[in-house]
């Protein structure tokens, strides 16, 4: 039977058990495992954290477990160790083969990239194949310097993540996501007498001010959050290339 653990044991919390000497051997550890991990991701071709793909991402994972265990958990052999990154490395380089030679396998493994925002409206059908919300993507354009939709000719949202946005020549009235909607939401129109246009709050549709007065809801988005005035840009926010 294991003796009982004595609560905030300073010598068990920061020394543990382990003769001194132990020390020198996580130092040893440490050494052969890094150098070893950073030769095999040499071999693969290191990313930046931005360019990281789905794959990438679950390589991270995996060794991060890999190499921490073996690094000071006594128990655990480093060739052992090694095996395993040797495997997860040789794996990822597998599939990222498989990646760049059939287009199948890319969808597959990396999805696809999507359309999310077209003609200055965002496409919420889309976004609810990534499990993004409307407001996810208007922070990812905030992040890009967009301060209205109606600047946007189309974005997409890319394999990895990352979102490319393609501005028009000149920007249209659309509708404005700064502030930020959950810092000061647009003000909903309550009178439509002598609009020109309006949009939805949601996700940024145009209507008629006629009928946006018999809609409650958007045929786009499906959303009852209400209409407002669809404006143009600052100046300075539309010459921003």
Request: charged share 20%; glycine share 8%; aromatic share 6%.
């Amino acid at each position: 039977m294991d003796d009982p653990i004595t609560a905030f044991d300073l010598q068990r919390m920061f020394l543990g058990d382990h003769p001194a000497l132990f020390y020198a051997e996580i130092l040893f550890r440490t050494v052969v495992i890094y150098a070893y991990t950073l030769t095999l991701i040499r071999w693969i071709g290191g990313r930046s954290v931005a360019q990281l793909s789905m794959v990438d991402l679950l390589l991270v994972i995996a060794l991060g477990s890999a190499v921490g265990d073996a690094t000071f958990y006594p128990e655990v052999p480093l060739f052992h160790a090694m095996l395993v990154i040797t495997l997860i490395v040789g794996l990822n380089k597998l599939l990222d083969t498989l990646i760049e030679r059939y287009n199948v396998a890319k969808r597959i493994i990396d999805g696809r990239t999507i359309p999310v925002v077209v003609d200055s409206r965002i496409l919420c059908d889309a976004l609810a194949q990534r499990d993004l919300s409307p407001l996810e993507i208007k922070s990812m354009l905030r992040v890009q310097g967009i301060s209205n939709l109606g600047q946007i000719e189309v974005a997409y949202l890319e394999a990895g993540g990352g979102l490319s946005v393609f501005r028009r020549a000149q920007a249209i009235p659309g509708l404005p996501i700064v502030p930020p909607m959950e810092v000061e939401p647009p003000s909903p129109l309550a009178d439509f007498a002598g609009r020109e246009g309006v949009c939805c709050m949601n996700c940024g549709a145009q209507r008629g001010v006629d009928r946006a007065q018999q809609d409650l809801a958007c045929a786009d988005c499906h959303r009852e959050q209400g209409w407002t005035l669809a404006s143009c840009p600052r100046p300075a926010d539309a010459d921003q290339r």
